[in-house]
């Protein structure tokens, strides 16, 4: 009877042109036989893009400089997922290693259909300290090798590719000093700087690069700070979330769907967007 019932619902999707949640089959959600970077993808949000990406089909290559990390988060997911995905390494600051990376999918795969740029290397520093040079190291390792990455990876896509980057809810908006106060510094000054030249960066290439059928977007996330902040600022959390409309912090699972929605057919109108995922922070 269950059957009977699921291929109804699945008839009446398929006639609908629409999405069918039941079997996961046909439908525009569906990124099987497309070939996935995650650059950055043992990262804390990108480890549950590259789980997400694998879910609905796609071949899966988590690029990370940590490769160790890489390995152990696929060998936690179930069997199923991560035969889906395989490493490689790749440190984003040196474009060496971004050619080598492209040139390995090339000569491995053929092609690649979705790049998902998920990286941030931080300095740290607050703004009283931070020197021209951190700074300006900060914008090339975040911004300037994000372009790199994406213009190169580029040469191995073609019509109906889609790229899409990690902005932040600090590429659009301030830091609240009043919600790190006695805990930690404020999200660094060269972050939400980084995080604005992603977002012009994602409009410049959509228009760019449009004609030839390559979508570029992007992510922004809100509150997602790791397990080891929420532990050691219980004060600061409290207040983060006071200030979210939704009244709470961000699960990595929450950044998945919004990511494979953009790498899939679902978004085949949508280019040099930004979706905030912030549970309302940017609505005040």
Same mark, same amino acid.
């Given at each position: 009877? *269950?059957?009977?019932?699921?291929?109804?619902?699945? %008839? =009446? *999707?398929?006639?609908?042109?629409?999405? +069918?949640?039941?079997?996961?089959?046909? +439908?525009?959600?569906?990124?099987?036989?497309?070939?996935?970077? @995650? &650059?950055?993808?043992?990262?804390?949000?990108?480890?549950?893009?590259?789980?997400?990406?694998?879910?609905?089909?796609?071949?899966?290559?988590?690029?990370?400089?940590?490769?160790?990390?890489?390995?152990?988060?696929? !060998?936690?997911? #179930?069997? !199923?997922?991560?035969?889906? +995905?395989? =490493?490689?390494?790749?440190?984003?600051?040196?474009? @060496?290693? @971004?050619?080598?990376? @492209?040139?390995?999918?090339?000569?491995?795969?053929?092609?690649?259909?979705?790049?998902?740029?998920?990286?941030?290397?931080?300095?740290?520093? !607050?703004?009283?300290?931070?020197?021209? %040079?951190?700074?300006?190291?900060?914008?090339?390792?975040? =911004?300037?090798?994000?372009?790199?990455?994406?213009?190169?990876?580029?040469?191995?896509?073609? %019509?109906?590719? !889609?790229?899409? $980057? *990690?902005?932040?809810?600090?590429?659009? &908006?301030? #830091?609240?000093?009043? $919600?790190?106060?006695?805990?930690?510094?404020?999200?660094?000054?060269?972050?939400?700087?980084?995080?604005?030249?992603?977002?012009?960066?994602?409009?410049?290439?959509?228009?760019?690069?449009?004609?030839?059928?390559?979508?570029?977007?992007?992510?922004?996330?809100? #509150?997602?700070?790791?397990?080891? =902040?929420?532990?050691?600022?219980?004060? $600061?959390?409290?207040?983060?979330?006071?200030?979210? #409309?939704?009244?709470?912090?961000?699960?990595?699972?929450?950044?998945?769907?919004?990511?494979?929605?953009?790498?899939?057919?679902?978004?085949?109108?949508?280019?040099?967007?930004?979706?905030?995922?912030?549970?309302?922070?940017?609505?005040?």
């Amino acid at each position: 009877m *269950f059957e009977i019932g699921r291929m109804g619902v699945c %008839n =009446v *999707f398929a006639k609908l042109d629409a999405i +069918c949640w039941v079997c996961r089959k046909s +439908c525009m959600f569906d990124l099987s036989n497309r070939v996935a970077l @995650i &650059v950055g993808g043992a990262g804390y949000l990108g480890k549950e893009v590259c789980h997400g990406m694998a879910k609905q089909g796609a071949d899966v290559i988590v690029a990370d400089v940590n490769i160790k990390a890489a390995e152990k988060m696929i !060998s936690q997911y #179930p069997v !199923s997922i991560g035969k889906k +995905c395989r =490493v490689l390494t790749v440190d984003i600051g040196e474009e @060496i290693a @971004i050619n080598e990376l @492209i040139e390995q999918i090339q000569t491995d795969y053929g092609r690649l259909d979705i790049l998902v740029n998920a990286t941030y290397a931080p300095h740290g520093e !607050s703004a009283k300290e931070i020197s021209k %040079n951190a700074f300006a190291d900060s914008l090339s390792k975040n =911004v300037a090798s994000g372009f790199i990455l994406a213009r190169k990876a580029k040469e191995i896509m073609s %019509n109906g590719s !889609s790229i899409i $980057m *990690f902005s932040s809810m600090y590429g659009k &908006v301030a #830091p609240d000093p009043g $919600m790190y106060v006695g805990q930690i510094e404020p999200n660094p000054i060269e972050y939400g700087v980084a995080k604005a030249g992603i977002e012009q960066m994602i409009r410049y290439l959509a228009v760019t690069w449009a004609k030839e059928g390559i979508r570029v977007n992007g992510v922004a996330p809100g #509150p997602f700070p790791n397990p080891k =902040v929420q532990v050691e600022n219980p004060e $600061m959390m409290k207040r983060l979330e006071e200030k979210v #409309p939704m009244g709470r912090m961000g699960q990595p699972s929450e950044i998945a769907g919004t990511v494979a929605f953009l790498a899939s057919d679902a978004a085949s109108y949508i280019t040099g967007q930004i979706i905030s995922v912030d549970g309302g922070w940017t609505i005040w």
